[in-house]
């Protein structure tokens, strides 16, 4: 009996496919930023919105292969007492790491996925849809971009939204009163 030249080519092609997307998905994974856990879930416990996005700012992401970032603490417990063969002056008088005046910055993408929740806003002010390249302005002061082909009409007056983490690093938007869920990218 022969063997069916479409038959072994298509099974050629379907573990080539699986075999790259699985190295692909594996260095992806691989190179991700670490992301202290335990930050994370500390921030998870406030319920109050502008709070817990301060809390997820101040995470930092370490680099490959190093150790989580320790949390940070408040200003007030960070007074300790010197390390021995240092000077007691130099371990009080040490500035904070960020002052407390300095307006919170909005979470980058990998901190909503980090989270494990999707980043709730709205859109400011009349929308009426979207197309390829459009820019939206969101209250949180955030700029976000349609990254795909997509086109979407909607009669709205800050609408919500959600940007919710999609595979491989890919964001997308829901808006209040459609279905539709265009690709989008984070501009500022």
């Known amino acids: 009996m022969k063997a069916n030249p479409l038959r072994i080519a298509f099974i050629v092609a379907t573990l080539t496919l699986t075999l790259t997307l699985t190295l692909t998905l594996t260095t992806a994974n691989a190179q991700a930023p670490a992301v202290n856990e335990n930050a994370v879930r500390d921030c998870r416990n406030f319920t109050d919105p502008a709070r817990r996005l301060a809390c997820y700012d101040a995470i930092q992401a370490a680099p490959i292969g190093a150790p989580p970032a320790p949390a940070a ?12 063969g240092t000077s007691a002056v130099a371990a009080v008088a040490a500035p904070p790491a960020r002052p407390a005046t300095a307006p919170p910055r909005p979470p980058q993408p990998s901190e909503v996925a980090a ?24 209250a949180n002061g955030q700029v976000w971009q349609i990254a795909d082909n997509s086109y979407g009409t909607l009669n709205a ?5 959600k940007v919710v ?9 829901e808006i209040e009163g459609t279905s539709r869920r265009p690709r989008i990218q984070r501009v500022r």
């Open 157 to 161: 007056t800050n609408p919500k939204v």
């Open 115 to 138: 989270a494990g929740r999707p980043l709730e806003s709205s859109i400011v002010g009349r929308f009426e849809g979207w197309q390829p390249g459009d820019q939206l302005q969101f």
């Open 165 to 173: 983490s999609g595979m491989l690093g890919a964001f997308f938007l």
């Open 73 to 84: 603490t408040p200003p007030a417990m960070a007074a300790t007492p010197p390390a021995p």
